[in-house]
C-alpha cells in the first residue's frame, strides 16, 4: 500500500479549560489554506456554543472514527480530523483507518449562536487528553469554542512546540473522493423520529455473518426493521457495528435520515445515516462492506480520463469561493459550462480533497484538503495501468468495438449506448459497479484522442496494487 508521512505542526495541544465564565474548548490548527492563502495556523472561529455537550459528543464521534480500524482491528487510524470553515457553519471530517466510513459532523449557523466563521480547511489537534476531558464533560455549562490559536499567540509564536507525523495512505485520500461520488447518487430514503432513531439504533446486531449476505433495513409503520431481502424501498446496512460512533450523540438525537441508492438486486451499496441534533447534524457515510474500503470503488476515474474534465476543473477551482453550498446552475453560468461538465470537474476536484459532498443539502461544498492535486490520480492502479496500455498503442479500435492487448492476452470492449464492457475478469466479477476496467478506460482515452505519443511512459507506484484493482 503506498503511503506518505504528514507533518502536523500545532502551537500546543487542543486543551477543554475551566474558566470563570464556563469551559473553554481551545482546538489547535496546523497548517491549512484560507481566501489570504496558505497559513500554519489559520482562525476559523471564536464564540459560544448553543449546545455545548452535544458538539463535545458529536467532536468525538468523529474522532472515534479516525481512531477506528472496522475491518482487520489493528493499527489503529491517526489522522487529525479536518476541520472546514464555510462562512456559516463549520464542518470536522475523518475517516476511518480501514477506508470504509466517512464520518462528518456539521455544526451549523444556529449551533454557533449565529456567529460567523472564518473560511479555510486545516487539520484540528484531537488530542488522547482532550478526548478524556470531552468524555467526561457533563451538563451544559457554557463552551466557548476557539478553532485556532489565540491572537496573542500568533503574533508572539516562534515555533510550534506540539509536532505529528501521521501515515497518509493514498486508499485515505481516494476514499474522500469516491465518498463524495457515492454520496451524490443518494436519495433520501427514510426518516424517523429522535425516539425511534434512538430505539432502531440500539436494537441492530453487532457484526455482519460472513456468507450470509449484506444486512438491508425497509420502512415498518414509525420505525425501520433489519431484513435480509431488499425491497425497493430497502436501504443497505452493510456492518451495523460501523455505526458504533452515533452512540455518542443518541441521547441528544431530534431524528435520523438514511440516504442510499435504489437497490440494484442484492448487491450490496454505500448509504448515509444522519443523526440529526440541535443545531448541527452527525453523518457516517458507509462503503458497501465492512472489508472494502471507498477507495476501489472506480467512480472517480471517467472524469480523471478526460482531459476535458481536467481542462474544466482548472477554470472551475478559480470560481470557488468557500461556498456551504454550491449552486450548479449559477456555477455553470460563470463557467460557461454545461451542468454535465460542472459535474465532472466537480468529481475530478474531488480527488485533490477540494470539494465534498452534502446529502442533507444535497449539493456540493468547498474545502481544501493539504494534498497534492495529482496523487489520487498518480497512485489510481487502474487509471496508471489504463494510460500504460494506451502508451504501448495496445487499443485497436472498430467501430463500436475495440481490442485492447494486455500482456499475452487480447480483451474487446463493446461500446452500447456510451457505456463500455469488457470481457476481462474484472468486468465478470464486478459488471462495471465497482467502475470501469482499465481496458475500458484505455479504450475511451483513445476514443477521445489520446495517443502512444501523447500518453508517454507511464509508471506504477511504489507499492504494488491492492487484490481488487488485480485484473482492473
Not at 489520487?376 to 475495440?402: F, I, Q, T
Amino acid at each position: 500500500m503506498t503511503r506518505s508521512v504528514q507533518a502536523l505542526a500545532y502551537v500546543r495541544p487542543s486543551a477543554l479549560e475551566s474558566t470563570g465564565s464556563g469551559r473553554l474548548l481551545g482546538l489547535e490548527t496546523a497548517g491549512g489554506l484560507t481566501p489570504r492563502g496558505a497559513e500554519a495556523h489559520p482562525r476559523f472561529f471564536s464564540g459560544f456554543l448553543a449546545a455545548p455537550q452535544v458538539a463535545a459528543r458529536g467532536l468525538l464521534a468523529v474522532a472515534d472514527v479516525a481512531a477506528a480500524r472496522y475491518h482487520q482491528r489493528i493499527r489503529p487510524g491517526s489522522l487529525d480530523p479536518v476541520v472546514t470553515g464555510n462562512g456559516d457553519r463549520l464542518r470536522f471530517e475523518s475517516f476511518s483507518g480501514c477506508g470504509g466510513v466517512y464520518a462528518r459532523l456539521d455544526i451549523l449557523e444556529e449551533g454557533l449562536g449565529g456567529a460567523e466563521t472564518g473560511h479555510g480547511t486545516t487539520n484540528v489537534d484531537v488530542n488522547d487528553p482532550l478526548r478524556e476531558a470531552l468524555s467526561r464533560m457533563t451538563g451544559d455549562d457554557p463552551l466557548h469554542l476557539r478553532v485556532g490559536p489565540e491572537e496573542l499567540a500568533v503574533t508572539t509564536l516562534t515555533g510550534a512546540v506540539v509536532e505529528k507525523k501521521v501515515p497518509l495512505p493514498d486508499r485515505w485520500l481516494r476514499g474522500f473522493a469516491e465518498a463524495q461520488v457515492a454520496s451524490a447518487r443518494f436519495d433520501l430514503r427514510a426518516g424517523l423520529s429522535g425516539a425511534e432513531a434512538v430505539r432502531f439504533l440500539r436494537s441492530l446486531p453487532r457484526g455482519q455473518a460472513r456468507g450470509r449476505g449484506p444486512l438491508w433495513v425497509t420502512r415498518s409503520g414509525r420505525t425501520l426493521r433489519p431484513t435480509t431481502r431488499p425491497g425497493a424501498d430497502a436501504v443497505c446496512l452493510p456492518g451495523p457495528d460501523r455505526l458504533v460512533a452515533l452512540e455518542r450523540v443518541l441521547r441528544h438525537a431530534t431524528g435520523l435520515r438514511v440516504y442510499g441508492p435504489v437497490p440494484d438486486g442484492t448487491l450490496a451499496t454505500s448509504s448515509a445515516w444522519e443523526v440529526t441534533l440541535p443545531g448541527m447534524r452527525l453523518t457516517l457515510t458507509l462503503s458497501p462492506d465492512p472489508a472494502r474500503g471507498f477507495s476501489g470503488e472506480g467512480g472517480v476515474l471517467e472524469a480523471l480520463a478526460t482531459e476535458e474534465a481536467a481542462q474544466d476543473a482548472e477554470l472551475v477551482s478559480v470560481l470557488l469561493a468557500w461556498e456551504p453550498r454550491i449552486d450548479l446552475a449559477e456555477l455553470a453560468a460563470r463557467a460557461g459550462l454545461g451542468i454535465g461538465r460542472v459535474r465532472a470537474a466537480l468529481v475530478r476536484l474531488g480527488t485533490a480533497g477540494r470539494v465534498g459532498y452534502d446529502v442533507a443539502d444535497a449539493a456540493y461544498f468547498h474545502r481544501e484538503l493539504p494534498y497534492d492535486a495529482d496523487r489520487a490520480e498518480r497512485h489510481n492502479p487502474r487509471l496508471v495501468g489504463a494510460r500504460r496500455l494506451v502508451s504501448k498503442g495496445a487499443v485497436e479500435l472498430d467501430g463500436p468495438l475495440a481490442t485492447v492487448v494486455s500482456g499475452e492476452r487480447r480483451y474487446r470492449v463493446r461500446e452500447s449506448d456510451g457505456v463500455l464492457s469488457c470481457t476481462c475478469p474484472w468486468w465478470a466479477d464486478h459488471q462495471g459497479r465497482r467502475g470501469p476496467c482499465k481496458h475500458a478506460l484505455a479504450v475511451r482515452m483513445v476514443r477521445r484522442g489520446a495517443t502512444a505519443a501523447a500518453t508517454g511512459p507511464v509508471e506504477m507506484p511504489v507499492g504494488g496494487r491492492s487484490a481488487g484493482d488485480r485484473n482492473g
